[in-house]
């Protein structure tokens, strides 16, 4: 359960030392953008871009813009969810959220340009064939649209109360687990890998983002508000629909566990030295934030 | 001053056949992407991207694509922008804006949605070189990042009352400009074009893009209500700094006709055959609507 600290560091390093792209007048809508960008976390997505790389005999620091590139769109997305309109959060990895502290305007463009900014990042910036570096893109933008995180979020805002556990884990494939794919399908496009390699790392990577989703709704039933940076019992307070909830916590646990045994033996069929991916898999099942 | 409605009929039926990857449990965010990008307009820069491929001497069908791209993009920048938080208008071509019809939260996803799309678009169905392809990606998120669109409506939002014309000039260069010039320059970089011209077709499309926006304001003072789809003088109702409002409608008038003919100038230097592209030039001086 050693995470990958170093990979991690790299990520921050990379991170605050950004351009994004400022110019006159235009200094309050790249704070705002820095504000949710910095606010610290484990940087997960990343940090699997760059083991993933590792675990294919590259040097991590090559895919350093496609990896910050995934964490500028999670924060995008987070950013955009938070909005008074979506899920109306004041809180967000234990600081104001960025419409709290920026204004819900501010805090709109301040999504958008992450976005679009994270996209410029890694067509301007990241090495590799003009056709990988194509292919990891178009994985990225996949993974943000319709059929990822904001078709996710679209079900999450409609779904019943009384959503079922197929519809749940669509949910949750699209609006988290899409991401946290795409930041291994993505370097393996990148790589050039062979199809067999993508199709055992994807599984792994795609069985991840359900393992992460599960174990964020167990978090918020039994973690420690400090620790998680926002009050824990957020999702029942805004009703929405959980593992937990639809499950109950037994089974959710019990479906984490399994996840993650499936997540570890995809992974045991993909080529390369997956030992650091084995072990972001045992920190997401085993992490208490 | 002939608008070529033959293109402008290409981009109307291949957005109206884009698939926009419905899936289930989707529909209703994809119906609410297609009811603002299917609301009509003149698709001025898709219309340009197409006029410009054809002065190069290709087949404007060849870049489809990238020109629904554009068109998306402005779409998703018009919904965001006319959200309550921002200029919180309700019509937006003689219909109810996106989220006076779906609700706030399904709007700022629609947005969302198409931006993604868009680039997945492009990057998923765009024929060309792997290179040039991602030039003209990476143009098209630098239009729409933080020194282009969402820089602009930054400004915008954050203009002082007393803003000089300079500052002004900057404001519409970023906001409504850059992607202007952007629907240009893309098609250039995707069909692999010499500097020389590259610099003649971007001084057209910078200028154009300015001229774009004075006669827009213009407009919003002399205008048609019915015609122009919302009501005329919305900009002063919201305060917003326009060419109008800074320089008086003599002035801008003036302008419009000087900028005109520096677009012209510099299309008189950019090699191909750009008889449709001066009609653009043209139609956008003199356009009513």
Do not use: W
Not at 3 to 18: C, I, K, N
Not at 33 to 49: C, D, H, N, Q, T
Not at 91 to 113: M, N, Q, Y
């Amino acid at each position: 359960m050693t995470y990958p600290t170093d990979l991690q560091r790299r990520v921050d390093d990379y991170l605050a030392g950004l351009g994004l792209n400022d110019g006159p007048g235009t200094a309050g809508l790249s704070e705002a953008m820095r504000y949710s960008l910095l606010a610290g976390g484990k940087r997960i997505r990343p940090v699997l871009a760059l083991a993933t790389a590792e675990a294919l005999g590259r040097d991590p620091d090559d895919v350093l813009a496609l990896a910050a590139a995934l964490e500028m769109v999670h924060t995008y997305s987070l950013i955009h969810d938070d909005l008074p309109a979506m899920d109306d959060d004041d809180l967000r990895r234990g600081k104001p959220t960025c419409h709290r502290a920026f204004g819900e305007d501010v805090a709109i463009l301040a999504g958008d340009g992450l976005f679009a900014e994270a996209l410029f990042l890694v067509l301007d910036r990241q090495a590799g064939p003009p056709a990988n570096v194509l292919a990891a893109v178009r994985e990225l933008t996949a993974a943000a649209g319709v059929e990822g995180m904001v078709g996710g979020q679209y079900l999450d805002i409609t779904a019943p109360a009384e959503i079922g556990p197929e519809d749940l884990r669509r949910l949750h494939a699209l609006k988290t687990g899409r991401l946290i794919g795409a930041s291994v399908d993505a370097v393996l496009l990148l790589a050039g890998a062979d199809e067999p390699a993508r199709i055992a790392y994807h599984r792994f990577a795609a069985e991840l983002g359900v393992l992460f989703q599960i174990v964020d709704d167990i978090l918020d039933v039994t973690g420690d508000d400090a620790a998680l940076g926002k009050p824990s019992g957020s999702d029942a307070r805004h009703g929405r629909r959980t593992y937990v909830s639809v499950l109950g916590l037994e089974r959710a646990r019990e479906l984490a566990g399994e996840s993650h045994a499936e997540a570890r033996a995809a992974l045991a069929q993909a080529p390369g030295d997956t030992r650091r991916l084995a072990q972001i898999a045992d920190y997401i099942l085993t992490r208490q934030t």
